[in-house]
């Protein structure tokens, strides 16, 4: 019963998002330089769908290139496709330009987990400096 209404849930987040990718691409200027690109890069993440929001948040960076919010999209669809190194690095373009980026920090800082657990650990304390009621952190 749970798996039907889960393949229900992300049945229609897919449908909502392929209405709402439509949409956008009949106005000028399409998705990226909307703003909805990322709101639907969140949508695709959420359902489950990495690749998409790894494509939605590249159409994003290619109008605009350095965009934290499509950043951390792209990060976390990196990460949750596997392909940590990349993930890694924009997690940190992040940091670059916000070094308090509570979620690039939480981010990078699952990463290093894997092969750095004292640098994971200095990542985490400064996201739970930068939001001390954020339960990620």
Known sequence: MRSSISSWLRL??????????????????GLASSGAGIS????ALQSGDAGGALRLSSQVL????????ALLVRG??????GQLQAAG?????????????????????RLRLIDDPATATILFRHALAEAPGDGTA
């Open 12 to 29: 229609t987040a897919a449908v909502a998002l392929a209405a709402s990718l439509g949409a956008c691409a009949a106005h000028p200027g």
């Open 40 to 43: 639907l890069a969140r949508v």
């Open 62 to 69: 290619t109008r605009h290139p350095g965009n934290p919010d």
């Open 76 to 81: 976390e669809a990196l990460t949750r496709l």
């Open 89 to 109: 690095a924009a997690f940190t373009q992040v940091l670059n330009a916000k070094p308090n980026s509570e979620p690039a920090l939480v981010g990078l800082g």
